[in-house]
């Protein structure tokens, strides 16, 4: 896999000069964030070498280098999912390329359900933790010292500092948000109600199907992470209506000019 990265990056390096240390994954329905991205350039999945290709509605599938507010970005417009069949070491791929390529500093977005009784659709929530329920772990396999340590520690799974940071720029421009516990389980269906139940025992405020690997990778990777979740619908059994795609894009959509706001104002501290 080591030398697979490798290949991946040298592609990019001649691809682009710019060496951002700030990455931004974009969740389901939040991919107009690259709207406010100057100096563009973009990279199809498909063109890059050993990249996995993004096959969900609402996830456009490539990688785009620029600035926002002066300051070097690489966003993945389209993530992968484990629902779509990959591996998880597939999955997390790109988090990978990120770590050679020079990343420092990860935002990672998500369209979630809320499980916690005072969200409700629109709502932005920081995500302080994770519970992985996808019933395996990323990391599972022979260690490659070169990345990481067997055992990595995810006592700081996203970064105080980088919360810390998101909260200071929201309350200094008025944005609003909550915080929570985002509970990653493979999808694709959407939860029963007894599930959703158990969930909330125990202690998750939303509920998604992606961000978890990611997460873990990038901790391992030592790039410190900083998680959005939209809340796109409450969860089944919270409110009574059945869930779709669409709808979850839709709210994401509407709520993106928000999120897309705040993100702007974090990554603009990241000089
Ligand atoms: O990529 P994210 O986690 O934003 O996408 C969510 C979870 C599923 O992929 C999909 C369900 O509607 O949206
Ligand atoms: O209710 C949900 N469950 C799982 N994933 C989701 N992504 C958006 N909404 C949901």
Redesign the pocket.
């Known amino acids: 896999m080591y030398n697979k990265v490798m290949e991946t990056v040298e592609f990019l390096n001649e691809r682009v000069e710019m060496r951002p240390k700030v990455a931004i994954i974009l ?4 991919g107009d964030l690259v709207d406010y991205i100057e100096e563009k350039i973009e990279i199809p999945y498909e063109e890059i070498p050993n990249f996995p290709v993004s096959t ?1 509605a ?2 456009a599938g490539k990688l785009v280098f620029g600035k926002i507010n002066g300051v070097e970005v690489l966003a993945m417009k389209g ?1 992968f ?1 484990y ?1 779509e069949g990959y591996e998880m070491k597939q999955v997390t791929y790109p988090i990978y390329v990120m770590k050679q390529f020079g990343i420092e500093n990860m935002i990672v ?4 359900g809320g499980i916690n009784k005072n969200f409700k659709p629109g709502t932005l929530m920081l995500i302080t933790d994770f519970i992985n329920m996808f019933g395996t772990n990323p990391l599972i396999g022979k260690n490659d010292e070169r990345f990481g340590v067997r055992f990595p520690d995810m006592s700081e799974a996203y970064s105080k500092e980088l919360i810390s940071l998101a909260k200071k720029v929201a309350e200094k421009n008025n944005e609003k948000y909550e915080e929570g516990t985002y509970l990653g389980t493979t ?2 269906s ?1 939860e029963t109600a007894a599930e959703i139940k158990m969930m909330s025992i125990m202690g998750a405020d939303a509920v ?4 978890v690997p990611e997460t873990i990778v990038a901790n391992y990777l030592g790039i410190k992470v900083l998680g959005i979740s939209c809340i796109t619908n409450m969860a089944t059994g919270i409110a009574q209506t059945a ?1 779709s ?1 669409e709808a ?2 839709d709210i ?1 959509v509407k709520t993106g000019e928000r999120f897309c706001k705040w993100v702007v104002d974090i990554v603009s501290e990241l000089k």
């Open positions: 969740g389901s329905g939040l969900v609402g996830h993530r999912h629902y977005s998500n369209a979630a999808g694709p959407y998604g199907m992606s961000t869930h795609h979850v894009v994401a």
